[in-house]
């Protein structure tokens, strides 16, 4: 099997399961869980396959695998169904179908009961095929279809449990949301395609980065803010970012697909693909750096005040991936990928054994679980995989996250002291300062998840015994990227530009101390505030403790209330989130009230000019259309009440007409 022929099966074998799922799902349930798994996992190990033959892309020696075909002649630029596969692109096409594989195995034991299970995995095979094709395409518009169907797949994947409230509104606010960022990328994508002549991205990024045939952009900056807007929804970056904490109401094997390897991937891994454009404009490249530091700092803070588990790492999720969009703002895509790369690992790891956790516990309730005692040996595999995934998390060595977090940081000080070109000073210090800000922040929550989850203190947590060996494997399967991949980054370079991935001394130093810190401080508040815990928290509701795991979930979300309705009325005086943070935990926990912004400067007038335009419609244009209607109507009736079919009342008629016809005359004689 040629090279060519392996990648293309790559997006298409997940695909076709798709296909085959969604026709036998009914007729022959037997073969949904094989025709979910298999072709995600013959997928995984073709990216395999393609990234060992590219053994690096052009950094290791090899060119970057190309090839393409006409798919429409437009008679202006045409458009290529084409591959463009660099180190950067085999090494996420990996991550993307490991962690997808990893989903579907997870799948067939945690939604083992779930009678829309064949929908669903049909869906995530889908939702899979798609970013598999943004990941490998030269081509924009292309990759503009891949990017929408993942739009299509997120709305049904996260409304899976329709019956409950927050699921729709969730689906409804992820679609609505990342489809206002997609109208100016798609026009970004034109304005780009206008000024290079070609939607072709391996052409375009020749075009602004060679020494010898470069022409640069007519309005950079235009275009790489329409792009953003784009990335910012897909990738849940302030302001788009609201979506994401929501779509938690969505089966937690959904989350951990959509914050580790799809959807929220796809903008960081565009913009990595068209930094050149970005770098084009020092402007755009500010831009980047403070939606990057807000992002990161603001979600920080948010997740330090949320009681659902799956909250607390999602608003992680839109931290994790501010440092990514940091990490381009200094234009350093190697660093950027390298730690989306490590993310993916550990946080589909952490999503996965939240779902241990929340059935285990039957809530979702971090102030709940607080009140259990032994939910540490009910599930050993999830405590031991957590814990070391929350370490990667909180960028503590020699786990992941530490070399790909201080990969950015390391880039952002090369920036801030001037030393990267093109690249002002001021935006390696926003980045640089906003990211050592975080790293505190992150431990702390990261450390307030770990106490609250795993060493609550109260009535036993129920037995249910031990969870499928699917769901444990995959677990530890997850584990050896999460504790070991970060210690490629002496080799990775070959895979990326060449820059160097090697952790600095100064900023080693200063965020594994920010962390350290972070942790130490969650830690003592923990100890201090843990004194309150036999006080039951209001919103502390546990679902039902003998049902299935997904069921169990949806139970949990439909009930409790203080995660998906009035988060600051949970008031918990064992929280240690809340000693900390004080009078901010209340705008904390509710996102800074975005969404309340959002609600009065859009959402409100939107509403109001909705029934201003139905009550014209009603009153005004409905009423001109019944009065068009009804005057012939009247007309006719009166004509139809002349036509009695008596010849005397037609000659009494013709007679008294021809008279005042007559008198009429006469006066008009008079008168001349």
């Given at each position: 099997?040629?090279?060519?022929?392996?990648a293309?099966?790559?997006?298409l074998?997940p695909?076709l399961?798709?296909?085959a799922?969604?026709?036998v799902?009914?007729?022959a349930?037997g073969?949904?869980?094989?025709?979910a798994?298999?072709p995600?996992?013959?997928?995984a190990?073709?990216?395999?396959?393609?990234?060992?033959?590219?053994?690096?892309?052009?950094g290791?020696g090899t060119a970057?695998?190309?090839a393409a075909?006409r798919l429409a002649?437009?008679?202006?630029?045409p458009?290529?169904?084409a591959?463009?596969i660099?180190?950067?692109a085999a090494?996420?096409?990996?991550?993307?179908a490991?962690?997808?594989?990893?989903?579907?195995i997870?799948?067939?034991?945690?939604l083992?009961?779930d009678p829309?299970y064949p929908s669903?995995?049909a869906?995530?095979?889908?939702?899979?095929?798609?970013m598999?094709?943004?990941v490998?395409?030269?081509d924009l518009?292309?990759l503009l279809v891949g990017?929408?169907?993942?739009?299509?797949?997120s709305y049904?994947l996260v409304?899976h449990?329709?019956e409950?409230?927050?699921?729709?509104?969730?689906?409804?606010?992820?679609?609505l949301?990342?489809?206002?960022g997609?109208v100016?990328?798609l026009i970004?994508?034109?304005?780009?395609?206008?000024d290079?002549?070609t939607?072709?991205?391996s052409e375009?990024h020749?075009?602004?980065?060679?020494?010898?045939?470069?022409?640069?952009?007519?309005?950079?900056?235009?275009i790489?803010?329409?792009?953003?807007?784009?990335?910012?929804g897909?990738s849940?970056?302030f302001p788009l970012?609201?979506?994401?904490?929501?779509?938690?109401?969505?089966?937690?094997?959904v989350s951990?697909l959509?914050h580790?390897?799809?959807?929220v991937?796809a903008g960081?891994?565009v913009?990595?693909?068209?930094?050149?454009?970005?770098?084009?404009?020092?402007?755009?490249?500010a831009?980047?750096?403070?939606?990057?530091?807000?992002t990161m700092?603001?979600?920080?803070?948010a997740?330090l005040?949320?009681?659902?588990?799956?909250?607390?790492?999602?608003y992680?999720?839109?931290?994790?991936?501010?440092?990514?969009?940091?990490?381009?703002?200094?234009d350093d895509?190697?660093?950027?990928v390298?730690?989306?790369?490590?993310h993916g690992?550990?946080?589909a790891?952490?999503?996965l054994g939240?779902g241990?956790?929340?059935?285990?516990?039957?809530?979702n309730?971090?102030a709940?679980m607080s009140?259990?005692?032994?939910?540490?040996?009910r599930i050993?595999?999830?405590f031991w995989t957590?814990?070391v995934?929350l370490?990667a998390?909180a960028?503590i060595p020699?786990f992941?996250?530490?070399?790909?977090?201080e990969a950015?940081?390391?880039?952002?000080?090369?920036?801030?002291?001037?030393h990267t070109s093109?690249v002002p000073?001021?935006?390696?210090w926003?980045?640089?300062?906003a990211?050592l800000l975080?790293?505190?922040?992150t431990?702390?929550?990261?450390a307030?998840l770990?106490?609250?989850?795993f060493?609550g203190?109260g009535?036993?947590?129920?037995?249910?015994?031990?969870?499928?060996v699917?769901?444990?494997?995959v677990?530890?399967?997850?584990f050896?990227?999460t504790?070991?991949?970060?210690?490629?980054?002496?080799r990775?370079?070959?895979w990326f530009?060449?820059?160097?991935l090697?952790?600095t001394?100064?900023?080693?130093?200063l965020g594994t101390?920010?962390?350290?810190?972070?942790a130490l401080?969650?830690y003592?508040?923990?100890?201090?505030?843990?004194?309150?815990?036999a006080?039951?928290?209001?919103g502390?509701v546990?679902a039902?403790?003998?049902?299935?795991?997904?069921?169990s979930?949806?139970?949990?979300i439909?009930?409790?209330?203080a995660?998906?309705g009035s988060?600051?009325g949970a008031?918990?005086?064992?929280?240690?989130?809340?000693?900390?943070?004080?009078p901010?935990?209340?705008h904390a926990?509710v996102?800074?009230?975005?969404d309340?912004?959002?609600?009065a400067?859009?959402?409100?007038p939107?509403?109001a000019?909705?029934?201003?335009v139905?009550?014209?419609?009603?009153e005004v244009v409905?009423?001109y259309?019944?009065?068009?209607?009804?005057?012939?109507r009247?007309?006719?009736?009166?004509?139809?009440?002349?036509q009695?079919?008596?010849v005397q009342?037609?000659?009494?008629?013709?007679?008294?007409?021809?008279l005042?016809?007559?008198v009429?005359a006469?006066?008009v004689?008079a008168?001349a």
């Open positions: 099997m040629t090279t060519t022929t392996a293309v099966l790559v997006p074998l695909f399961g798709a296909a799922g969604l026709l799902g009914r007729r349930p073969f949904v869980r094989p025709v798994v298999l995600t996992l013959a997928a190990a073709l990216a395999v396959l393609v990234a060992v033959r590219q053994g690096g892309g052009a290791g970057p695998l190309t075909t002649d437009t008679g202006s630029i458009v290529d169904l591959l463009h660099d180190g950067f090494l996420v096409a990996v991550l993307v490991v962690v997808a594989s990893c989903v579907q997870y799948s067939t034991g945690y083992r009961d829309r669903y995995a869906l995530v095979s889908l939702f899979t095929a798609a598999l094709l943004v490998y395409s030269d518009i292309v990017w929408e169907i993942m739009g299509i797949c049904f409304g449990y329709w409950t409230a927050a699921a729709r509104s969730a689906s409804l606010k992820a679609f949301v990342t489809k206002l997609d100016p990328f970004g994508i034109f304005a780009l395609a206008g290079t002549g939607f072709r991205i375009i020749t075009r602004l980065t060679s020494e010898t045939a470069g022409v640069p952009l007519d309005h950079p900056t235009l790489a803010l329409l792009l953003l807007a784009g990335v910012a897909k849940a970056q970012h609201t979506w994401l904490p929501d779509a938690m109401a969505g089966p937690t094997p951990a959509i580790a390897a799809t959807m991937a960081v891994f913009v990595a693909r068209l930094l050149p454009v970005f770098a084009s404009s020092s402007a755009a490249l831009v980047l750096a403070v939606m990057a530091a807000v700092v603001g979600s920080a803070l997740a005040a949320q009681d659902d588990i799956k909250r607390v790492l999602a992680s999720t839109v931290g994790q991936l501010g440092y990514m969009t940091g990490a381009l703002a200094v895509r190697g660093a950027a390298f730690h989306l790369i490590t690992a550990f946080k790891l952490l999503f939240a241990v956790v929340i059935h285990a516990a039957g809530s309730s971090l709940a009140r259990m005692s032994g939910l540490t040996r050993p595999d999830a957590m814990t995934a370490l998390l960028a020699p992941a996250g530490f070399f790909s977090k950015v940081l390391g880039a952002a000080e090369h920036a801030a002291t001037g093109g000073a001021g935006v390696g926003t980045v640089l300062l990211g975080t790293a505190l922040l431990a702390g929550y990261a307030r770990w106490l609250l989850a060493r203190r009535e036993p947590a129920p037995d249910h015994g031990k969870q499928p699917a769901m444990n494997a677990l530890w399967a997850l050896i990227p504790a070991a991949l970060g210690l490629a980054y002496g990775l370079p070959d530009d060449g820059e160097s090697t952790p001394l100064t900023t080693s130093v101390g920010a962390a350290l810190i972070g401080v969650m003592a508040a923990w100890r201090h505030s843990a004194a309150r815990a006080r039951v928290p209001l502390a546990a039902h403790p003998e049902a299935a795991d997904a069921v979930e949806a139970e949990a439909a009930t409790h209330e995660a998906y988060i600051a008031r918990d005086p064992a929280d240690p989130g809340r000693l900390l943070l004080g901010l935990h209340r926990a996102g800074f009230h975005l309340a912004v959002y609600s400067l859009f959402v409100r939107v509403r000019a909705a029934r201003l139905r009550f014209l419609d009603r409905e009423t259309v019944r009065g068009a209607g009804g005057a012939p009247l007309l006719g009736a009166a004509v139809r009440r002349a009695t079919g008596n009342t037609y000659l009494g008629a013709l007679l008294a007409g021809s005042v016809l007559a009429a006469v006066l004689a008168g």
